[in-house]
C-alpha cells in the first residue's frame, strides 16, 4: 500500500488502524501510515479535506501525522465520520478545522503498552508511559484551550465525546451540515462600523441644513433636566438610506459612562486588531526565513507580501511564485531543481560520518567522537553539571529531527549508523550460494512469485512448397517462491552510552550482517541437501525422471564424472517434441561436502599422468567448491557430490523490493533509558530448475 490508496475523489480517506509503515507494507487494506499520509498530501497543493474513522493504534505514528498536517502548505480540515480515538484523535489535534459527522465520536485517553519483565522494567515502562501522557495532554491542551491538567483528568478518565461535546470541549470546531456561528469580534466590528456610516450621514445632513437644526431642541418639560447636547442622541437611521429620519433620542446612560463604554469596546478591538497583524506578520517571516537564508527570497519580497496585506495561509503560494519565476530554466524550458543542505542536516550528517569513523566530509568536525560523546553533544542547552543527566536528556533530544516518527535525534543518528555499516558488512562479505543461484528476482510483497521456465519445440522444420511455415508452440513451467522476514531486536542502552561501549555498537552490525548470509546459506543449500521437490510437477530436484541422479552411487572418477557429464548433455529443453533438441549444459563446478575437499581438489589439480590412460581429461573443465552445508554435520552427506552448471543454475532467490540487504529500524526512539531497534533481512529461495545440476549419491 502506499499514499495513493488513500486518496478518493480528491479527499484523503484515513480508514482502520494507526500502525507503522512496515505492517501496513503486508496488509492489502485495513491501516495506514505516517509515510503514507505524507504521500497522500504531497498530492495536493493548496486545501484538502481528509476523512477519519480509525480506532488508533501506534502513538508514535500518531504524532508523525498530525506534524504532517501542521506542516502541509494549505488548509486541512478533518471530518469525523465514524470514530477517531485514541492515536486517530491525537493525530488530528494540527487540523485547520475538524468537523464532526452526527453519530461520530472522539475518544481520548491515557497511552498503553504490554510488557513482560523485572519489577525494575515494569517501573521504567511506567515512567515511559506517564511521560508520554503528559506530551499528549499538551497537544490536546493546546487544541482546546485547557489546562494540561484538565486534559490528563480526562484522559486517565477514558473520555467519549459525541459531536456536540466534542466542540463544547474545544477538540472539534463543528458539526458536519450544521451554520457556523459568526464571531462575535467580527459581529461587534460590524455593528460599530454601521453606527459610524449612520452618525456620518446624521452629520452632514445637519451640516447642509436638513433636519432639525442644531438650536432646534427639544424643551423640558417642568421636573425634567433638558437634554445637554447632541452627544446625548442615539441616532436610529438606516445606513443605506440617506432620507432616513431621526427619531427622537431615547432615554440614555450619561455622556461620560457611554462614551467611556464605546472607547473601551474600540479599545479591545484594535487590541485584538493589532495581535492579529503581528501574528500575520510574525508568521509570514517565519515561514520566509528558510528560504531568505539560501537567498531563494529577498528581504523586499517578504515586506511587499507584508505591506499587501496577504494572509499567512495565501503567503507560502505567493513565496514559491517568486522563487519559481527567479529560477534559471533548464535546457527542456522547465525550472532547474536546485538542491539544498541547512545547518542542521549538515549537523546530523557529521555525527552520523564521525559515528563511523568517516573524517572526509562533515565528519571533520566531530572527528574522535563515541557514543557518550554524542548524547552530551545532542544536550545542546540542557547540559547539566551531572554528566548522566545530559546523557539523558540528549538521548531523548528532538532538536534536529522535530520527534519526526516518533524518533530522537539520537535514535537517528545511531540507527543510520547501524543501518550504513550493517549493508558495508554485508556487502564485503560474498555469499557463496549465489554459484548455484544466479540473479536474484525482486519480490514486492510475500505472496508467491514464481520462477517461470520457457521452452518449447524450436527445431527449424521443412518450409512447405506454398511457403507455409510450421508452427512452434512456446511452453512454460513455474515453481513457487516466497520470501520471508527473520530478524531480532537490539537494545542500545542508557548503561552502554555510559560506559561509552563502541566495542559493542560497532560489534552488532558485523554479527548482523555475517548472521544474514549464514541465514541465505542455509536457506539455499539445504534445498540441495534436503532434495527439496519442485512445484511444478512435484517430484525431487535430483529425480531418475529428471535424469539428473546417478543410478549408482560412486566416488568421485574419470568414469562417474563422465556419466554425470552425459547425463547433463543429454538434457533437453522444456516441452520439445524432438529427441535431439539438447540443451548441450556442460557442468563447470564439482560441489563437495569438507569430507570430500581433498579428493575433489586432487581429481581437478593439473598433474602429468605416467600413461595415456592415466590422464584425467576434465581436470581444466571443473572448479571443486567446498560446502560445509552439504556435510553430515548439517543433516547431509559426507560421500555426496555434485556437478553444476553456473549457466543453468538449479536454486531461484528473491528478496523484497527496497530490501536488498538486511535493515535496522528504529521501534522505540524517545526512551532516554534505551533506543530499541529491530534488525531484519527479508530473503527467500526455492528449488527452480533442474536440467543444470547432477547428484551422485557417492560411496
Avoid at 63 to 78: L, M, Q, W
Avoid at 654 to 679: F, R, S
Amino acid at each position: 500500500m502506499d499514499g495513493d490508496d488513500l486518496i478518493l475523489n480528491g479527499e484523503i480517506i484515513l480508514e482502520g488502524d494507526v500502525l507503522p509503515h512496515d505492517f501496513c507494507q503486508y496488509m492489502e487494506s485495513g491501516c495506514f501510515s505516517a509515510r503514507m499520509v505524507r504521500e497522500a498530501l504531497a498530492g495536493f497543493d493548496g486545501d484538502v479535506t481528509v476523512r477519519v474513522n480509525s480506532a488508533g493504534g501506534s502513538p508514535y505514528e500518531g504524532e508523525a501525522i498530525r506534524s504532517a498536517f501542521e506542516a502541509h502548505r494549505g488548509r486541512v480540515t478533518v471530518i469525523v465520520g465514524g470514530v477517531a480515538a485514541s492515536a486517530a484523535s491525537l493525530m488530528i489535534m494540527s487540523a485547520d478545522r475538524i468537523e464532526m459527522s452526527a453519530g461520530s465520536f472522539l475518544m481520548i485517553h491515557n497511552p498503553s503498552s504490554c510488557i513482560c519483565g523485572t519489577a525494575e522494567q515494569m517501573r521504567r515502562e511506567a515512567e515511559d508511559l506517564d511521560r508520554l501522557a503528559q506530551v499528549y495532554a499538551s497537544v490536546y491542551a493546546a487544541r482546546c484551550g485547557r489546562t494540561a491538567d484538565e486534559v490528563m483528568r480526562m484522559m486517565n478518565d477514558v473520555t467519549w465525546f459525541g459531536p456536540a461535546d466534542a466542540v463544547a470541549a474545544g477538540f472539534a470546531d463543528g458539526i458536519v451540515g450544521e451554520e457556523p456561528e459568526a464571531d462575535a469580534t467580527l459581529t461587534t466590528i460590524m455593528a460599530l462600523h454601521q453606527r459610524s456610516i449612520a452618525n456620518l450621514r446624521m452629520c452632514a445632513k445637519k451640516f447642509h441644513g436638513e433636519g432639525n437644526p442644531p438650536s432646534a431642541q427639544p424643551t423640558a418639560t417642568a421636573g425634567q433636566p433638558q437634554a445637554s447636547t447632541a452627544a446625548t442622541e442615539e441616532v436610529h437611521m438606516d445606513p443605506e438610506d440617506d432620507n432616513a429620519a431621526v427619531t427622537p433620542p431615547t432615554p440614555q446612560a450619561p455622556a461620560t459612562t457611554q462614551t467611556t463604554m464605546r472607547q473601551s469596546d474600540e479599545e479591545a478591538i484594535a487590541s485584538r486588531a493589532m495581535q492579529a497583524e503581528r501574528t500575520r506578520q510574525s508568521s509570514i517571516r517565519q515561514m520566509a526565513r528558510p528560504f531568505m537564508a539560501s537567498g531563494q527570497l529577498t528581504e523586499a519580497q517578504v515586506d511587499r507580501l507584508i505591506e499587501d496585506g496577504t494572509t499567512a495561509e495565501t503567503a507560502g503560494n505567493r513565496m514559491m511564485t517568486f522563487m519559481a519565476q527567479a529560477e534559471p530554466l533548464s535546457h527542456n524550458g522547465g525550472p532547474r531543481a536546485r538542491i539544498t543542505r541547512d545547518e542542521g542536516e549538515t549537523r546530523m550528517e557529521g555525527m552520523i560520518q564521525a559515528m563511523m569513523r568517516d573524517y572526509t566530509g562533515p565528519g571533520e568536525q566531530y572527528r574522535g567522537m563515541r557514543l557518550r560523546g554524542l548524547a552530551m553533544e545532542l544536550s545542546g542547552s540542557n547540559r547539566s553539571f551531572s554528566d548522566n543527566d545530559t546523557i539523558r536528556s540528549g538521548m531523548r533530544s528532538t532538536t534536529m529531527m522535530g520527534g519526526a516518527h516518533g524518533v530522537s535525534d539520537f535514535a537517528y543518528v545511531t540507527t543510520e549508523v547501524m543501518n550504513r555499516s550493517l549493508v558495508a558488512e554485508y556487502e564485503r562479505r560474498g555469499a557463496n550460494w549465489q554459484i548455484v543461484t544466479g540473479t536474484p528476482m525482486t519480490a514486492s510483497d510475500f505472496r508467491e512469485l514464481h520462477a517461470v521456465r520457457f521452452g518449447g519445440d524450436f527445431q527449424l522444420k521443412t518450409v512447405k512448397e506454398n511457403g507455409e511455415y510450421q508452427e512452434a508452440t512456446l511452453s512454460d513451467e513455474a515453481e513457487g517462491l516466497k520470501v520471508e522476514r527473520r530478524g531480532r531486536t537490539i537494545h542500545l542502552t542508557f548503561e552502554a552510552v555510559v560506559n561509552d561501549d563502541m566495542g559493542a555498537f560497532n560489534r552488532i552490525p558485523r554479527e548482523f550482517a555475517m548472521a544474514s548470509r549464514v541465514m541465505e546459506a542455509s536457506m539455499v543449500w539445504s534445498l540441495m541437501r534436503t532434495n527439496a521437490k519442485l512445484k511444478s510437477d512435484g517430484k525431487a530436484l535430483f529425480h531418475a525422471d529428471h535424469k539428473n541422479l546417478a543410478a549408482a552411487a560412486a566416488a568421485i572418477s574419470v568414469a562417474s564424472v563422465g556419466l554425470g557429464r552425459k547425463a547433463l548433455w543429454e538434457q533437453t529443453a522444456y516441452g520439445s517434441k524432438d529427441a535431439d533438441d539438447f540443451l548441450m549444459v556442460e557442468p563447470n563446478l564439482l560441489i563437495v561436502p569438507p569430507a570430500l575437499e581433498v579428493t575433489a581438489l586432487q581429481f581437478a589439480t593439473a598433474t602429468t599422468p605416467g600413461k595415456d590412460a592415466d590422464a584425467n581429461p576434465y581436470k581444466g573443465t571443473l572448479r571443486p567448491v567446498t560446502i560445509p552445508n552439504l556435510g553430515t554435520a548439517a543433516g547431509g552427506s559426507d560421500t555426496s557430490w555434485y556437478l553444476v552448471s553456473e549457466d543453468l543454475p538449479p536454486i531461484s532467490v528473491a528478496y523484497l523490493e527496497g530490501y536488498e540487504a538486511p535493515t535496522v529500524q528504529t521501534i522505540e526512539g524517545m526512551n532516554p533509558d534505551k533506543v530499541t531497534m529491530n534488525a531484519r533481512h527479508i530473503f527467500g529461495a526455492a528449488a527452480s530448475e533442474f536440467r543444470g545440476a547432477y547428484k551422485n549419491a557417492g560411496a
